[in-house]
């Protein structure tokens, strides 16, 4: 095995914050692939893994946490005007957000590549981009909103949606947060994952 780093665990990392260990890399895993619950079986951590809480995801702002939308992609919210959606916008930035849905189909984008934070600027404001759509973008895909093209993480929506509200529509209200679905996490840090195989 080899390791370019001068520790085990690749993106797989900890940091030492106030005396806590602290994970400081990914702290869940896609689904759409066994190639990671695969992997944990085979290091015997199988048992470990877990469902995220069906309450949803939460986000560290500025002004302290805050709800990501039960429902959206990359965290636009498929209704501004949900409650979590509200308490983290206020009312002048579900406002804002609510005026996607009027707005043609063009505002946002262009022939050319368009990024998630142009077309989610322009369209929801940018308390939409900065508190729902640029955690999760980091999050999930680890890119700044501003450098990653919507086409390849939300192929033709605009030109088969329009608005970027209508996005979402397929999971009704009443589904799960859509990262429920999506991913698993293991109990206890992340960091330990590395430690089976660097023990051996």
Known sequence: MLEASD?????????????????????????????VADLARDLGLSGNIVAPHPGGAWVQL?????ELPKTGVLGIPANPWDPEVRRS???AGSLRASLDRYLPTSVGSSADVTSVATLV?????????????????????????????????????????GSTDRWPRPWPASAQP????????KTGP???????????
Do not use: I, N, Y
């Not at 806590?20 to 895993?29: H, I, V, Y």
């Not at 369209?123 to 093209?149: F, I, Q, T, Y």
């Not at 859509?178 to 996490?185: A, E, F, I, R, Y």
């Open 121 to 161: 600027r322009a369209r929801m404001g940018k308390r939409v981009l900065e508190r729902l759509v640029a955690p999760v973008v980091g999050g999930v895909h680890s890119a700044d909103p501003g450098l990653l093209d919507v086409d390849m993480v939300a192929p033709a929506c605009v030109r088969h949606c």
């Open 89 to 91: 916008l206020g009312f």
């Open 62 to 66: 500025p002004d302290g946490p805050q």
């Open 7 to 35: 520790a085990w665990g690749g993106c797989v990392g900890s940091h030492t914050v106030g005396g806590l260990g602290l994970d400081s890399g990914a702290e869940s895993f896609a689904t759409r692939s066994t190639a």
């Open 178 to 185: 859509v990262q429920d679905k999506l991913l698993q996490s």
């Open 190 to 200: 992340e960091r330990r994952r590395p430690d089976p195989p660097s023990a051996a």
